[in-house]
């Protein structure tokens, strides 16, 4: 199944309800803001997400990069 939304605040929508469904038996973190622009979101353990800003350099988060949240502390996922 596809959904096509024309605007990210509808992305956003979309996909915060599929994320609650897919990781509903998954550990879930306190929300937080993917994007400066948008509410924040909720964040659970085993979500795949991809960096889009050059956060953490010298510990290697940078932008373009993907990640797995494993642990989440201080309001920092790792």
Same mark, same amino acid.
């Given at each position: ?24 038996? #998954? ?25 889009? =800003?050059?956060?953490? #350099? #010298? ?5 373009? #990069? ?9 309001? =920092?996922?790792?």
């Amino acid at each position: 199944m596809a959904v096509l939304t024309v605007s990210r605040s509808a992305t956003h929508a979309v996909n915060r309800v599929a994320i609650d469904r897919l990781f509903k038996d #998954q550990v879930r973190y306190p929300d937080i803001r993917y994007d400066n622009d948008l509410p924040p979101s909720a964040l659970y353990k085993t979500t795949r997400v991809m960096i889009t =800003q050059n956060r953490d #350099q #010298q510990h290697g988060i940078i932008n373009g #990069q993907g990640a797995e949240v494993v642990n989440f502390q201080n309001k =920092q996922c790792f």
